[in-house]
Each structure stands twice: as C-alpha cells, then as structure tokens.
C-alpha cells in the first residue's frame, strides 16, 4: 500500500530534550516535505527536499532540522525543543510537479 | 505573492442537501489548485486536483470543483452530503511554474453534515 509513515504518533517531552520524528515513504516520491499544524494557522511548511542530499527552509524552519540520505526517509529533528513547538506535524511527499502530497497520519508533539 | 482564502470557517449543511466550499486564490502566475479533506486523528487526503487541463475537475467521493480564472475562484461543490463528509476541508494553491513544491493552505472549512 503506496503510503506516507510516520513516527511517532504521539509524544510528550520536555524542553531542551532532543527528538527526531521520523518520516519513511514508499512511492518513490523525490519530493518530501514537513508541515506543522496550528488552530487558527493552518498549515506552515517547516522545510521540504526536492531530493536526496537536497533540503531547503520553509515558512517557519527556526528551530527544526532536516536531513535527507536516502529517497525515502526525511526525518524531522528538534535539537532543542520548546513548549512554542507544541503542535501537530504532518510530513509529505510527492512526485516532482504537479505537487499532488500525500500526507503521513500526523505526530501530535507536546513540549513541557 | 500567492494566498488562500476560504470562505467560512464552518459549514453546515444537512444530510442530503447541497455542499459548497468556498475558495478564492491570488497567484501572480497560472495556479495548480487542490482541496484535501482531514478526517480526525487523520493526515490530509487529496480530494481532486486542478493542474491547467479541464476547468471541471472531479475529484473522490463525489465531489467536483470548478477553475474560474474571471473569478479567482475554485469552489469545492457535492450534489448531496453524506454524513461520512463531516470533516475539515482545505483548500491549497501552487504556482504551477514553481520549482519548490511549496503548496499555500488555507485556514480550513469544518463541514458539518445534520441528519
């Protein structure tokens, strides 16, 4: 089944301890992209990779890094984390144009 | 620079009657238009796309969404409601020139469906 996997699903942690999400897809997407979720903001892109080896920053990179060694994983990496980065996070990926995402189930992330 | 707006935060409607989600876009370059719906606990999924052929685009369970270039609009539209459509509705610009992928959402339409 062509989907997008994300880990974990929940998770609770408190500031300043680092936490990677990770993002795996089997589509053989090149393009793959992270969104966090806020009532009242929408969706904000965070960072995106139009392919391996090749990330760039979003709407609101502060804060996140992103690393892309192989086609498939992206993961999504908060060295410091912070309770203003309590949200719900979406990764994504795509073929190159028309840009048509699909989207993993989400990672609900509360920093205390 | 590209934006969304969605008109109506909530909309409710009853089962079996019309749904119509309101979309306006500003795009400086011939836009691809999408409207993906996020069930709870869920990601988003792809309804339909518009990416410059037919400005009538069917999308899954039913729904339908029309390009109208004269009004910078593509509104989202189902003959009859089902409950299994109460979800949130988004609406989604890219320039279709754009080599970033970068997709603008906008805020969201909580569609209610009554019995």
């Known amino acids: 089944e062509a989907q997008v996997t994300q880990n974990p699903r929940y998770l609770i942690t408190v500031t300043g301890k680092k936490l990677t999400v990770t993002c795996s897809q089997n589509m053989n997407h090149e393009y793959m992209s992270w969104y966090r979720q806020d009532p009242g903001l929408g969706l904000r892109q965070i960072y995106y990779?139009?392919?391996?080896?090749?990330?760039d920053k979003g709407d609101v990179p502060e804060g996140y890094k992103v690393s892309r060694k192989e086609k498939r994983n992206f993961p999504l990496i908060l060295e410091s984390p912070s309770p203003n980065q309590t949200s719900l996070y979406f990764c994504?990926?795509?073929?190159?144009?028309?840009?048509?995402?699909?989207f993993g189930n989400g990672t609900r992330l509360t920093v205390t | 620079a590209q934006s969304v707006t969605q008109l109506g935060s909530h909309v409710s409607v009853s089962e079996g009657a019309l749904v119509l989600l309101r979309c306006n876009y500003s795009s400086s370059v011939p836009p691809y238009l999408f409207w993906y719906v996020q069930y709870p606990n869920q990601g988003l999924q792809l309804l339909l796309k518009?990416?410059?052929?037919?400005?009538l685009v069917k999308g899954i369970n039913g729904f339908e969404a029309e390009f109208k270039k004269s009004e910078t609009s593509f509104h989202l539209t189902k003959p009859s409601a089902h409950m299994s459509d109460a979800a949130e509705y988004f609406c989604?610009?890219?320039?279709?020139?754009?080599?970033?992928?970068?997709?603008?959402f906008g805020q969201g339409t909580t569609l209610q469906v009554k019995p």
């Open positions: 518009y990416t410059s052929a037919a400005t």
């Open positions: 994504a990926s795509s073929l190159l144009n028309p840009w048509a995402l699909h």
């Open positions: 989604a610009v890219s320039e279709g020139s754009s080599n970033t992928g970068k997709l603008i």
């Open positions: 990779s139009m392919n391996v080896e090749v990330t």
